[in-house]
């Protein structure tokens, strides 16, 4: 099992600090919940792939048909990702990362924490993350998908953002 030091004192010593040093244990907690702005990057090029895939799934054949219509829907998931960013941004620099009652499970930059300024930064990390999806669309790696979607029965892409648990329900009585 590999993990860095840091994931690993954060995941199990923590709680055991609960009782003999709830302050500790709290900013402790805080602390495993930020994320830098690569991390961020990172989690939000995942979504973004993770939404375009969603996207190709379903609509594939309206995609082929109507490339317009295509370039819209990704359009439209781009900007949506652009608004979480600049709105993701906003709070975690107006947080009071102090007040940990407020904080848990509640999203932050490690670089606000800090009191670091990288308000310059925001924009370069949205144009990564765009760019991000522009590269996988143009890989062979989407094509790859897209003949994987005509070909297979049963497609998972991955758990979704926001599960819809009725579109997870498996007919079992067609089982063998």
Request: aromatic share 16%; hydrophobic share 35%; with cysteine.
């Amino acid at each position: 099992m590999e993990y860095c030091e840091r994931k690993y004192y954060f995941n199990y010593y923590t709680f055991v600090l609960r009782d003999p040093h709830p302050e500790l244990w709290q900013e402790a907690l805080v602390l495993k919940g930020l994320k830098s702005i690569d991390m961020r990057i990172g989690e939000k090029s995942h979504y973004l792939l993770s939404d375009y895939l969603h996207l190709l799934k379903r609509f594939q054949q309206e995609w082929e048909a109507n490339p317009t219509f295509r370039d819209e829907q990704v359009q439209e998931i781009k900007e949506k990702m652009k608004a979480e960013m600049e709105s993701d941004f906003a709070f975690s620099k107006e947080r009071d990362y102090q007040d940990y009652e407020d904080f848990f499970g509640k999203f932050g930059l490690s670089e606000h924490f800090y009191g670091l300024n990288v308000d310059d930064q925001l924009a370069c990390a949205i144009e990564k993350v765009l760019q991000h999806l522009e590269r996988f669309m143009g890989s062979k790696w989407n094509d790859k998908v897209q003949d994987y979607f005509d070909s297979a029965r049963m497609v998972y892409v991955e758990r979704p953002r926001i599960p819809n648990f009725d579109a997870m329900t498996v007919d079992v009585s067609k089982l063998p």
